[in-house]
């Protein structure tokens, strides 16, 4: 996940001969051509490209689906939602990839979930239900703030759906031991904060301002939220 503003041509290049195959790009309403640049130079080298919409739960669904229509013309080949603030109520991401799927666009769907309210897998499920065909996951939920969807929830689900899905989650707990042991991020823990910004919707980089004073929260929540973000 990149923002074209924080690279140049020659990082694709350096990126594709390290191994990597699939590049996604922020969407910012303010850089929009060079994303479009991008977005060719990218599909040239030979990567799947994704474009990007963060912070979804802080925007109108409007905006999202113009987004889509914008990008439509790019080239990119897959159109990615990321509930960046972990926000986004179930009934929401449905409508989202409804509305979106009946765009027809030329690009697939994509969804990348964060867990401050338990509802990674939920939204998840919700999203693929409403044709989206790119999920994102990760060992033990590593992700900023309350973490990302786990790659062992997701794929213990798609066994339980259909016996077309036959993954050996076996195999994988080593793996995860391995990365809980050894990694910080790996298995975040879920703090009573993140769960406070998940309802209010608000960004994790906001931890750092034990004011919020772009949110208004009840002054008692706002009083215990305060407490732990300075503890």
Request: glycine share 6%; charged share 20%; with cysteine.
């Amino acid at each position: 996940m990149v923002h074209a503003h924080n690279i140049e041509q020659q990082d694709l290049y350096d990126m594709y001969n390290n191994g990597i195959r699939m590049v996604r790009f922020c969407i910012n309403p303010k850089n929009i051509d060079s994303i479009f640049d991008y977005i060719k130079i990218a599909k040239k080298i030979g990567f799947i490209v994704c474009v990007n919409v963060t912070r979804i739960s802080s925007l109108q669904s409007s905006q999202i689906l113009n987004y889509a229509k914008i990008f439509n013309t790019s080239g990119a080949d897959v159109f990615y939602l990321a509930d960046s603030n972990g926000s986004t109520r179930p009934v929401r991401i449905g409508g989202l990839f409804t509305q979106l799927y009946a765009l027809d666009l030329n690009m697939e769907l994509g969804f990348h979930a964060h867990n401050n309210m338990f509802l990674a897998l939920t939204n998840a499920v919700i999203a693929v239900e409403a044709k989206a065909t790119y999920i994102d996951s990760s060992l033990a939920g590593m992700g900023k703030g309350a973490g990302n969807l786990g790659i062992f929830d997701w794929l213990a689900y798609l066994n339980s759906k259909t016996s077309l899905s036959n993954y050996d989650l076996s195999t994988m707990i080593p793996l995860l031991e391995q990365c809980i042991r050894d990694c910080n991020m790996c298995n975040p823990e879920h703090e009573i904060l993140d769960t406070i910004f998940g309802i209010y919707d608000l960004s994790i980089e906001m931890k750092s301002d034990p004011f919020f004073k772009k949110k208004k929260l009840p002054q008692e929540t706002l009083n215990y939220a305060q407490n732990l973000s300075v503890a």
